[in-house]
């Protein structure tokens, strides 16, 4: 297969902004939908602009189209769509299963369940791959790449913290409801997300306003326990947000105290450092500054689409 060949790939939406950075890769991507369009099979819906190289392929049809790679996304993909949507020759493709999260069973020891020495396992973040055991599974690492949003610019003339965080009522302690509770009460904090009025949010904004919404606040703050780098935080950052949060998991390696933000374990300077940029607006531009250059250092789209061109290579050349 010549590596110059624009390749058809079946994948899922599952993260829908993950998926639109995902699909600036120049290749066409096959969209898995069933009826009503549930989560998991969901295809081009929502207010992301998506390109003329996604497609949708009802779960029907799957098995009898041609397609030159598979891109799992989740855990039920693979191991009930893999043996039960796709033909027996869709699955001896080259494959690539996306890792999306750490464990959320054991932190050192869960066992990954894609055991396929034939499959690619593309970890979101380094500490991630760390953290998961993919035993014979090769696996690479991937770091986010986002779009920086046109005409967006921090201004953070409301003296609050932006918190953005779908459903966080129900995901609880992992995504840090109780974190953001007690804050709240020691620091002005806005939620937004899907289900953030049941958390005592404001609601959900949709994609393409959320970037302007959040450039008016002072910082982005994420309670998050345990979970990859949120993409809601490097697209703040693309347009100057300071950022504070916990330094746990992957963000303890892109936030450096007082440069670009704060993260740390101890939840009072944490609070003493929202409260030190809610008094000195200059600073927080400061921070903010730093962290547009670090998001476009680290996290361009045009590195993204690179390391994404050449794991397909990979497993298909």
Not at 38 to 50: D, E, I, V
Not at 189 to 194: F, I, P, Q, S, W
Not at 229 to 237: C, N, S
């Amino acid at each position: 297969m010549s590596a110059n060949r624009r390749l058809r790939i079946l994948t899922w939406h599952v993260h829908g902004n993950y998926l639109y950075y995902l699909t600036q890769v120049p290749h066409d991507f096959y969209l898995v939908t069933k009826p009503g369009h549930p989560p998991g099979y969901a295809g081009r819906n929502g207010s992301l602009p998506w390109g003329d190289n996604v497609h949708e392929v009802p779960i029907d049809a799957v098995a009898s189209q041609h397609f030159d790679v598979v891109l799992y996304q989740h855990r039920v993909h693979w191991e009930h769509d893999r043996e039960h949507v796709l033909s027996a020759q869709q699955r001896r493709l080259p494959r690539i299963y996306i890792e999306h999260d750490p464990p959320l069973d054991n932190p050192y020891a869960q066992k990954h369940w894609v055991d396929d020495p034939q499959t690619l396992v593309v970890h979101v973040t380094h500490f991630n791959e760390l953290a998961w055991d993919c035993g014979a599974t090769p696996t690479c690492v991937i770091e986010h790449g986002v779009v920086v949003p046109k005409n967006v610019q921090y201004s953070g003339e409301l003296e609050r913290g932006i918190v953005v965080v779908n459903h966080l009522a129900q995901r609880g302690r992992r995504l840090g409801a109780d974190l953001f509770d007690t804050m709240r009460e020691r620091v002005p904090l806005d939620l937004v997300g899907m289900d953030a009025a049941k958390s005592g949010g404001i609601g959900e904004i949709p994609n393409l306003e959320l970037a302007a919404f959040t450039a008016r606040y002072r910082f982005f703050f994420n309670p998050i326990r345990w979970t990859s780098l949120g993409l809601a935080i490097v697209e703040a950052m693309t347009i100057g947000m300071p950022i504070v949060g916990f330094a746990t998991t992957e963000l303890a390696t892109v936030i450096r105290n007082g440069e670009n933000g704060y993260v740390h374990t101890n939840r009072e300077l944490l609070v003493e450092a929202m409260h030190s940029l809610l008094g000195d607006p200059a600073h927080a531009r400061s921070l903010g500054h730093a962290a547009r250059r670090t998001a476009r250092e680290r996290f361009h789209i045009d590195r993204f689409v690179r390391d994404w061109l050449a794991a397909l290579s990979r497993v298909s050349g």
